[in-house]
């Protein structure tokens, strides 16, 4: 990924650093809200210290009915609170009872967002100790009707909306943010969120649900995060008509308009929270998103999910699969539908390390895999019309029109869908790849559920029980011949949240390859032979804050390796020191 960004920048490196790069890492735990601070009492501040009516408005100091009978005396809380002191264990039980009585997801997901907005801590405590059940409530796929329905949702803003209307001023706007010491950045433009399409800028449910993930399961603090929605305007038809649609009533802005304001933006983050901040793009169009990538990566701390993030989660998932599978990378063949920014990162970052392992050189190792667009095979008399991202894709051969006969000539191993276009792995495709492997390796990646290429009873059902299946949404456990099959996910939850607290821990002021490399193996390495005997690739996420903590502890170390991390003296078990950093949802004791 980086050498062929690195082509684009006229070879310019994430490795040519400026001089005048801050040193340190890391941000002042405020508020006790690392692990290593459980213990401590601590002083509910917000402006001043907060007590009464206002402590019970307050959702990050709220504990309702939680609150002991000596703080009720000390903070003005008598006769504000019904007399019973309910400890937050019963009241996770009751919110989680309530919350299974919902039918519907989307009202699950306003539930949880309401809990967030009067009680951050317990709705954190609910998210950890309950993530395999609520995952799918908070993110997607629940969160892409969310976003379709934000603005009829809408209650209270949960981040920064800077729209055109904010060009020149953008450095004032970020200002009007409460906190100040902000670790990571999560922005979209809302033009590509999920399957979904353009949704302007009710694209905010995306942001707002990757940075709930980035501390419950990464464990970085909730008052360092910052979800930001950049409101160009939206070619969607239907939005622009809606009456209930809260973002620019536009068309979207292009061309130098649209990089002049991203470019004021990213100057404004730097200028305003330092060389440190972590800012991820997510779900910017494909060509938005090259774009950014290639033209921030060697100024900022930038990471895209898309991109990189998935490409990292899925290349865990095919180092474990070896076990199965057996050989090595470089023993198979891969096949791509879809040649968008998931795409050909994912294929980058596996061509990058084939190339790691075998020592030969990436274009040689790019030669084992093969993508479809949905102009057909990408291949070499197609290279001048091909976008440039697309171009190292382009192998010699003949034409080849459909998804079927590609996997009949190219015969992969791995069959990978990033197409977000629903049902394009038919009968007939997976057939034709049992039909050249004996357990055909299938990842259905597209999200949300709706778009995936194919479901996991289909992969099982048309490979009778032969294929390793994994996807982008989760599936039910698959019943086939009196065996039980537990589909995996490739969820991009696996990766970032772990990935960017070892940015944090390690005050990396650069995103390198090498450290995305560090992730993919340390979440494959905590794939057991137990999930392995239940044909899974990835570990259960009943594990996540073990995984994040692994993964941290191995990006961190590789940032240190390259010299990209500030954070001076480096940490002698990192291990320990990600774990002691992860905030913690638990109650605090108040003064």
Known sequence: ????????????????????????????DLYGEDCATEEQLVTPWTISVASGYSLLRDP????????????RDAHYLCGLLPPVVASQELQERKLMTNIRNYQVPLQKYMAMMDLQERNERLFYKLLVDNVEELLPIVYTPTVGEACQKYGSIFRRPQGLYISLKEKGKILEVLKNWPERSIQVIVVTDGERILGLGDLGCQGMGIPVGKLALYTALGGVRPSACLPITIDVGTNNEKLLENEFYIGLKQRRATGKEYSDFLHEFMCAVKQNYGEKVLVQFEDFA??????????????????????????????????????LLGGTLGDHKFLFLGAGEAGTGIAELIALEMSRQTKCPIEETRKKIWLVDSKGLIVSSRKDSL??????????????????DAVKVVKPTVLIGTSGVGKQFTKEV???????????????????????????????????????????????PVEYDGKTFVPGQANNAYIFPGFGLGLVISGAIRVHD?????????????????????????????????????????????????GLATRLPRPENLLKYAESCMYSPVYRSYR
């Not at 980086?2 to 684009?8: A, M, N, P, V, Y």
């Not at 057939?431 to 778009?451: D, W």
């Open 387 to 404: 976008q440039h991202f697309k171009k190292p894709w382009a192998h010699e051969h003949e034409p080849v029109k459909d998804l079927v």
């Open 60 to 71: 990050r100091h709220n504990k309702g009915l939680a609150f002991t009978e000596k703080e």
């Open 430 to 476: 997976i057939e034709a790849m049992a039909s050249c492997n004996e357990k055909p390796l299938i990842m259905a990646l597209s999200n949300p559920t709706s778009q995936s290429e194919c479901t996991a009873e289909e992969a099982y059902t048309w490979t009778q029980g032969r294929a390793i299946f994994a996807s982008g949404s989760p599936f039910d």
């Open 1 to 28: 990924m980086e050498s062929t960004l690195k082509d684009i920048r006229d070879g310019a490196s994430v490795l040519d650093l400026d001089p005048k790069a801050t040193v340190g890492g890391g941000v002042e």
């Open 514 to 562: 090498d450290m995305l490399l560090a992730a993919s193996e340390a979440l494959a390495n905590q794939v057991t032979q137990e999930n392995f005997e239940k044909g899974l690739i990835y570990p259960p996420f009943s594990n996540i804050r073990k995984i994040s903590a692994n993964i941290a502890a191995n990006v961190a170390a590789k940032a240190y390796e390259l």
């Open 286 to 323: 494909n060509h938005n998103a090259f774009e950014l990538l290639t033209k921030y990566g060697t100024t900022h701390l930038v990471f895209n999910d898309d991109i990189q993030g998935t490409a990292s989660v899925v290349l865990a998932g095919l180092v474990a699969a070896l076990k």
